[in-house]
C-alpha cells in the first residue's frame, strides 16, 4: 500500500472541497481507509473512516452532516467530499489505510499512512 492524499487548497468559508487517496500500489481494496487532520500546535484527530466494503462509514461529530467519504474500489481510491467548510477545518488531511477491513477512530488502526494535503478555510 502506497498512499497518495490531494485535493487540499485554499477555500472561503463555506465553500466546498474533494480530498482524493490514491493506493498507487493497488492494494488496499481490502482494508478499511481513514482521514485524519491535524492543525498547527494541535494533535491529530480523527474525521472519517469507511470499511473495506464501503457499507460502513464514521464520521466526527464536528464534520458529521458537512464531510462525506466515499470509496472507488475500481480506481482504488477513497474520496472525502467536504461542504460547508469552517475556519476551523483548516488542517493537514492525511489518509490512512486500515489494519483490516474494518477500523474507527484511532490511528492506531491504521498502517499505512499517506502524505497530507493542506486544506486552508479562509473567514
Known amino acids: 500500500v502506497q498512499l497518495q492524499a490531494s485535493g487540499g487548497g485554499l477555500v472561503q468559508a463555506g465553500g466546498s472541497l474533494r480530498l482524493s487517496c490514491v493506493d498507487s500500489r493497488r492494494t488496499f481494496s481490502n482494508n478499511a481507509v481513514g482521514w485524519f487532520r491535524q492543525a498547527p500546535g494541535k494533535e491529530r484527530e480523527f474525521v472519517a473512516a469507511?470499511?473495506?466494503?464501503?457499507?460502513?462509514?464514521s464520521y466526527a461529530d464536528s464534520v458529521k452532516g458537512r464531510f462525506t467519504i466515499f470509496r472507488d474500489r475500481t480506481k482504488h481510491a477513497v474520496y472525502l467530499q467536504m461542504h460547508s467548510l469552517k475556519p476551523e477545518d483548516t488542517a493537514g488531511y492525511y489518509c490512512?489505510?486500515?489494519?483490516?477491513?474494518?477500523?474507527?477512530?484511532?490511528?492506531?488502526?491504521?498502517?499505512?499512512w499517506g502524505q497530507g494535503t493542506l486544506v486552508t478555510v479562509s473567514s
Open positions: 469507511i470499511s473495506w466494503r464501503g457499507d460502513s462509514t
Open positions: 490512512a489505510a486500515g489494519r483490516s477491513s474494518y477500523a474507527g477512530s484511532s490511528s492506531r488502526e491504521y498502517r499505512y
